[in-house]
């Protein structure tokens, strides 16, 4: 999926790196169904669920069945903040040892510029109520809390910025 993410995402696949070493990345989409549309066109999603379930991926089926319950439920109940157009951010992350030094604020402005130069209206995101240290980095990046959405897991805040 990364290998996919990657050829597909483009300039909104970013890594953070020094010395060689990867400190922390992230993923910008500037279509999220555009990139649905290409993992299925291109054989790319079947063969990710043929992996999923010859057990490639060591989900036991329990787990595998609730995360795409969850994932249609996502789904449906996160409609209602589709806003303009339908970039996101898919994922950001930065490694234990190096947080706290400005990598993810620099990532997120990076992806935000990326988005900006495709002329992406605006961009999306859903992060848990509980990780403060994510919403304190949106926040002070200039996400906005649009609304709440909910999984079978719980609660997710809905965050939008302007590029
Ligand atoms: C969230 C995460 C990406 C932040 O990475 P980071 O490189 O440490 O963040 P930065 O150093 O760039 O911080 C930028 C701003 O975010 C906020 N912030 C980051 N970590 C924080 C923390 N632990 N507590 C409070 N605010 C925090 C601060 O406002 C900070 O600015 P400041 O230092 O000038 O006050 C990192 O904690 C992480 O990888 N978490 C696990 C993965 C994850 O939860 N990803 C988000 C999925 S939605």
């Known amino acids: 999926m990364w290998t996919f993410l990657q050829r597909t995402a483009g300039e909104g696949f970013l890594a953070a790196r020094e010395d060689g070493r990867l ?7 500037p279509s999220l169904r555009a990139i649905q549309r290409r993992a299925f066109f291109s054989g790319e999603a079947f063969k990710w669920a043929l ?7 060591d989900l036991r089926p329990g787990r595998l069945l609730r995360g795409l319950q969850n994932k249609v ?4 109940q996160g409609q209602r903040f ?3 157009g339908d970039a996101q951010l898919l994922n950001i992350a930065v490694d234990p040892d ?7 604020k620099r990532l997120v402005d990076a992806g ?5 130069a495709l002329n992406v209206p605006e961009v ?8 403060r240290s994510a919403i304190a980095l949106y926040r002070k ?3 906005r809390e649009v609304g709440r959405t909910r999984d079978l897991e719980g609660e997710w805040i809905v965050m939008v910025t302007t590029p």
């Open 82 to 84: 589709r806003t303009r």
């Open 112 to 116: 935000l510029s990326a988005m900006r």
């Open 124 to 131: 999306r995101l859903e992060v848990r109520p509980s990780n």
């Open 23 to 29: 400190l922390g990345y992230a993923i910008f989409v």
């Open 98 to 104: 190096v947080q706290g030094r400005g990598i993810a």
């Open 141 to 143: 990046t200039g996400w």
């Open 73 to 76: 439920f996502f789904l449906f």
């Open 51 to 57: 992996h999923a379930v010859s057990g490639r991926y």
